[in-house]
């Protein structure tokens, strides 16, 4: 169920695997897709779900944007019929070790991080999950060694036997709560699926300074080598910062030492990140000095704090993947220079009220990107002031409305809080769409 990325990969190794395989998906499924499906022979339909077809099915691989309670998702669970997610399924059929990364924020930067890393170590590795190509497809059509698999709570949910060698949880906070009943405990367990089955061979690593996940960890039985790191204290194996030094130890190997200014990523966020990567690196018996090296020469992740172009003395910045609060947080924490501020689209629940002292202290105006901007003007209105929030309904309106707000030597950060399904098809268009309205100012 589903043609996109993850569906289209699990249909082709499971026709690879000898299965009678049919791939349905509601809406329409796009070219490229459709084309792989006819040349590797396998059976679709687009626009439409065959119910009889699909109810007669002996496993279901789901795609993760299809919800658990979609009506025919029920049904099928009703009716006894097992489903899985893509990632479930290309487990089976792989003995690569694999580095499984999720968290509400970082997940993607930390993902890329590893996954140059090991490249830089010379290492034959594969990168999926929720970022690149479908893992389930690669499966079927290459080998690695290993894997650096980026998951979200939606891949997470039907994953009952894989296993993560190091799984990473980089931080827990309010997010997609529309999915999980509105209940935060069900979106913190979703998470901690990525640590089901692992033994004390391998290695769970997690920020010890994230409330969330620390609350969570003293209810369930992790049996994996706990490796925490931290800003705020030491640990005894793991990473901490050290004033401007992140120490990295692990057993009885020599400790890895990094300076923060060498760190190519810029923030606190990234602090934490390159510290989830360095820990990864250590554990996979990585060289210190490639550790050092790669931590210092990664580019950044596109739609992530990515640096577009600087007009007239304004810098414009793209944070289309911040699609929450805590991200968009982190977003602001780091700017030193008078905000223009891009926030807005489809809400998921979000409390605005933990950025106040933020856009306080360096947000001069505020442009709403979205449908409904109702609960951002309630939010901040009486922090930038009436005239200095306004609506606009597209990436070139809101662009053209920061550059009559932005002065020589501010920013303007599109870092937008919320879901882009109301005026995008993703937050990828939506942050190719902002940089295409900044290349012609």
């Given at each position: 169920m589903g043609g996109g990325e993850s569906g289209v990969g699990a249909a082709v190794l499971a026709k690879v695997k000898g299965f009678d395989v049919f791939l349905s998906d509601r809406g329409e499924i796009a070219e490229k897709y459709a084309a792989m499906l006819r040349k590797w022979d396998i059976p679709f339909e687009s626009g439409k779900h065959s119910e009889e077809k699909i109810l007669n099915a002996d496993e279901i691989i789901k795609s993760p944007g299809i919800p658990l309670n979609a009506p025919l998702v029920v049904k099928a669970v009703g009716k006894g019929i097992h489903i899985i997610s893509e990632i479930e399924f290309a487990g089976r059929y792989d003995n690569a070790r694999?580095?499984?990364?999720?968290g509400s924020n970082g997940k993607t930067t930390t993902t890329s991080l590893?996954?140059?890393?090991?490249?830089?170590?010379?290492?034959?590795?594969?990168?999926?999950?929720?970022?690149g190509k479908s893992y389930a497809y690669q499966v079927a059509t290459e080998h690695f060694d290993c894997?650096?698999?980026?998951?979200?709570?939606?891949?997470?949910?039907n994953m009952y036997d894989f296993k993560a060698d190091i799984a990473i949880i980089t931080n827990i906070t309010p997010d997609h709560l529309d999915r999980y009943d509105h209940e935060m405990e069900n979106y913190v367990k979703a998470k901690f699926r990525i640590t089901r089955n692992m033994s004390s061979e391998d290695c769970f690593i997690f920020c010890s300074d994230d409330e969330i996940t620390i609350q969570h960890l003293n209810k369930i039985v992790?049996?994996?080598?706990?490796?925490?790191?931290?800003?705020?204290?030491?640990?005894?194996?793991?990473?901490?910062?050290?004033?401007?030094?992140?120490?990295?130890?692990?057993?009885?190997?020599?400790?890895?030492?990094?300076?923060?200014?060498?760190?190519?990523?810029?923030?606190?966020?990234?602090?934490?990140?390159s510290m989830a990567a360095a820990i990864a690196g250590k554990v996979m018996n990585i060289k210190n000095e490639t550790i050092r090296a790669s931590l210092a020469s990664f580019e950044a992740v596109e739609h992530r704090l990515e640096k577009v172009r600087t007009v007239g003395g304004v810098l414009y910045i793209n944070d289309s993947k911040a699609t929450n609060v805590d991200a968009a947080w982190y977003a602001l924490e780091c700017q030193n220079r008078p905000v223009v501020w891009i926030v807005g689209g489809k809400d998921k629940g979000n409390d605005y009220s933990t950025l106040n002292a933020l856009v306080r202290?360096?947000?001069k105006a505020i442009v709403c990107m979205?449908?409904?901007?109702?609960?951002?003007?309630?939010?901040?209105?009486?922090?930038?002031?009436?005239?200095?929030?306004i609506d606009t309904l597209s990436?070139?309106?809101?662009?053209?409305?920061?550059?009559?707000?932005?002065?020589?030597?501010?920013?303007?950060?599109?870092?937008?809080?919320?879901?882009s399904f109301d005026l995008f098809k993703n937050y990828?268009?939506?942050?190719?769409?902002?940089?295409?309205?900044?290349?012609r100012l």
């Open positions: 694999k580095i499984c990364i999720t590893i996954y140059y890393l090991l490249k830089q170590a010379g290492l034959n590795v594969g990168l999926g999950g929720n970022i894997y650096v698999l980026e998951l979200s709570s939606f891949q997470l949910d992790v049996k994996a080598k706990m490796l925490p790191f931290s800003q705020k204290q030491e640990v005894s194996q793991g990473a901490w910062l050290d004033g401007n030094t992140i120490r990295v130890r692990m057993d009885e190997r020599e400790d890895c030492d990094l300076l923060v200014e060498e760190l190519s990523l810029s923030g606190k966020h990234n602090v934490y990140n202290e360096k947000v979205g449908v409904d901007n109702s609960k951002i003007h309630a939010a901040f209105e009486g922090l930038v002031g009436s005239r200095n929030i990436a070139e309106e809101a662009v053209k409305a920061c550059a009559g707000f932005a002065e020589e030597g501010d920013v303007v950060l599109l870092s937008p809080c919320c879901a990828e268009e939506r942050g190719r769409l902002f940089k295409e309205a900044v290349s």
